[in-house]
């Protein structure tokens, strides 16, 4: 069922607050990563607004769903929309990086309930997930998984490996979701460990693809409800972002895959995120 136009400008509006509390978290911290957190705003928005099925005030409720974080390093975007469902307040997103912190750079599960699993090493998630929808197999669960990826993980071979995994046991409860926003630390994916054709490679490994505009909240609700549909198979959906989304000065610069911006930098930044949410209300 397609999105009421209320529905979709909700959830474009909660995509700009958890832009807004990005860039909160980074200018208090002084550190972090700045593309990925932007580009994938849209994406959790949907994912924690929309389609995940989960309880705030339950973070451990057992038949919620579960959201793996593989690339650890866009945490700031993971804690941004769990501060504005509800499951922290949001003065807390300050605290990011800080000693004693439950916002560490990447996710600790001790430490912040509903995280799922900790998170550092790139390449990893995807195995943690095919884990946890065989479990949920073995006790005829209803409950999925969903596991958001970097592009440039794919340049690890365990990744490969849970693909393999995941196509072997027909994890129809299982859906990937590749942030293909084409940088990495060091460049251009496609210059410094090409990756393409990636929709074609998982095609090989017999998994059903999906293709959408991530930066598109109704198109990136609507390709997962289509992936929900596949039987006998995972899904994976590579949604191809903007780096850096909402900040001009950011947009499509690999330079911002691993820095924060400074106070002045970040000022900026929310005056164009406050100046897009008046354009996104006017046009309502």
């Keep these: 069922m397609a999105l009421s136009p209320e529905r979709v400008l909700e959830l474009k509006l909660r995509a700009n607050d958890i832009r807004q509390g990005i860039i909160r978290e980074l200018v208090a911290a002084g550190s972090g990563h700045s593309a990925g957190p932007l580009d994938m705003s849209d994406i959790f928005a949907a994912l924690y607004f929309h389609i995940l099925r989960h309880d705030p005030k339950q973070p451990d409720w057992p038949q919620r769903d579960r959201l793996i974080l593989s690339c650890g390093h866009i945490a700031p975007v993971r804690y941004s929309a769990m501060a504005y469902a509800g499951y922290f307040p949001l003065e807390e997103l300050l605290t990011l990086r800080k000693f004693g912190t439950r916002l560490q750079g990447h996710p600790e599960r001790v430490r912040l309930p509903g995280t799922e699993t900790t998170s550092g090493p790139l390449g990893e998630g995807l195995a943690q997930g095919v884990g946890m929808a065989l479990a949920a197999k073995a006790d005829g669960k209803a409950w999925r998984v969903y596991v958001v990826t970097s592009d440039a993980e794919h340049q690890c071979g365990l990744h490969w490996e849970a693909v393999l995994t995941g196509a072997k046991f027909k994890l129809d409860n299982l859906i990937s979701i590749v942030d293909r926003n084409v940088i990495q630390i060091d460049g251009n994916t496609e210059e410094v460990m090409p990756l393409e054709p990636l929709a074609d490679k998982y ?59 400074n106070r002045e930098q970040g000022e900026i930044a929310l005056r164009e995120l406050s100046a897009e949410r008046e354009r996104i209300l006017a046009h309502a």
């Design 203 to 261: 095609r090989a490994f017999n998994w059903a693809v999906f293709e959408c505009d991530g930066n598109d909240v109704a198109a990136f609700i609507e390709t997962v409800e289509s992936a929900k549909q596949v039987e006998g198979k995972p899904a994976v959906i590579i949604a191809h972002t903007l780096p850096g989304k909402g900040v001009s000065f950011m947009e499509g610069d690999y330079l911002w895959h691993g820095k924060p911006p």
